[in-house]
């Protein structure tokens, strides 16, 4: 079964520095999200990309952060100068495009990357 | 934000006996209801969903119903098995031309016991 595949699975980075975080969604998929947790707190979308731009970013999803496609398969995250509160799990997610009567389709996840500022 | 909630951050159910697991959610804007299980150190898998014109879908062992009026849906697993044991979290997304994004629960521990 197809996958969104996501590196590395932990990154340890010092405050202040650049994080890029890599994701391979499906490969027919349109759509692409990142989300974010928190130790202990819910799972909180960061942004969503569709057609090589942004479509809605929340409030977390500052100027520290932007989002790439940079080929026909990889979709990444990059932090520009990472604080401390940057530290959570960052998950990556894909879905497909809409069809017919089923205008929802599920979003389908990566394992994540653990991201650790020191 | 408390959109979507799951009241019970945990629940043992009997191996073989049914598991009932429940969302509220507050934002009568949503329509597209998702259930996803996750295991420690794996990222959230899909397991079924729901749209706000039915309420009721159901997949194998597992059965989403949604009862709109009350802003409540639930998670039936029957038979419950030990590979059951996960967290489970609800989410919900307004359709948005195939831009969603989900608000997600908190979660709920299923333990199954042998």
Known sequence: EPEVTQTPSHQVTQMGQEVILRCVPISNHLYFYWYRQILGQKVEFLVSFYNNEISEKS???????????????????????????????????????????????????????????L | DQQVKQNSPSLSVQEGRISILNCDYTNSMFDYFLWYKKYPAEGPTFLISISSIKDKNEDGRFTVFLNKSAKHLSLHIVPSQPGDSAVYFCAASATNFGNEKLTFGTGTRLTIIP
């Open chain 1, 59 to 117: 409030e977390i999803f500052d100027d520290q952060f932007s989002v790439e496609r940079p080929d026909g398969s990889n979709f990444t995250l990059k932090i520009r100068s990472t604080k401390l509160e940057d530290s959570a799990m960052y998950f990556c997610a894909s879905s497909a495009l809409r069809a017919g009567h089923a205008i929802n389709q599920p979003q389908h996840f990566g394992d994540g990357t653990r991201l650790s500022i």
